[in-house]
């Protein structure tokens, strides 16, 4: 084995999980997962089979029906990765073949989907400030007339 793919590290073998639900009236998050530990990395490419039930059976060794399963390999990469491993034209040219929009154009509505967050949660948090505000002022008038009447 040479020096540069000694130096190399493995991605370990991933195991793809799904979250459960915490109660039974949650969902739980139905995009799939994988854990990496501190010093390891993702993979950046995925092989998984799809099993592929044809309708059809046909007998086993002992003469049972069984159903037949078309195995079909199924490729999967890291977007990021292929970023910093090709042009930016060719890297638009995947995205759109993808069904996604150009990374720039994808960067830009993204980044006006997240001023409309962002002015949002501003908005909420001002109002919360001046109900907080508000409140506090009607405390303290209610604190005055109570010591007001305790006082006569």
Known sequence: MSANKAAKKQPQLPVILYE???????????????EVSKDGQMPPMLFIFEYKHTGETEPDDRGREVAIVDQIPHKYIDMEYL???????????????????????????GQKI??????????????????????????????????????K
């Open 20 to 34: 459960e639900p915490s109660g039974k009236n949650e969902r739980g998050i139905s995009m799939p997962y994988i």
């Open 83 to 109: 970023k910093d491993r090709v042009s930016p034209e060719i890297n638009d040219q995947i995205r759109v073949a993808l069904g996604m929009k150009p990374l720039q154009v994808a960067k830009q509505e």
């Open 114 to 151: 997240l001023d409309k967050v962002y002015f949002n949660v501003s908005v909420i948090k001002d109002e919360a400030e001046k109900e907080k505000q508000e409140k506090k002022e009607l405390i303290t008038q209610e604190l005055e007339k109570k010591t007001k009447e305790k006082m």
